[in-house]
């Protein structure tokens, strides 16, 4: 389990009972930029390849990826 959990944690909660959560957090490398990350079970399943310029950009990205990501779950999960 992660100590400090993802920030936008709750949206997942807004889709489905599933495993998955998303965070936004500053670039390391590129100051004022932010990048997501993808957790299954709190490990990291997924990473932005870009950075963006904004938060809520990032955010916006990450909630496609979530999507994608729980639509590619969900058939399996019922087989």
Known sequence: M???PP???HIVEMVENHPFTIGVE????????F???L???GQVRNRSAVSYAAEHEALADAVKALEKQIADWRPARWL
């Open 2 to 4: 992660l100590e400090n």
């Open 7 to 9: 920030r936008y944690a």
């Open 26 to 33: 500053p670039d390391l490398l590129r100051d004022g930029r």
């Open 35 to 37: 990048r997501w990350a």
């Open 39 to 41: 957790y299954e079970n």
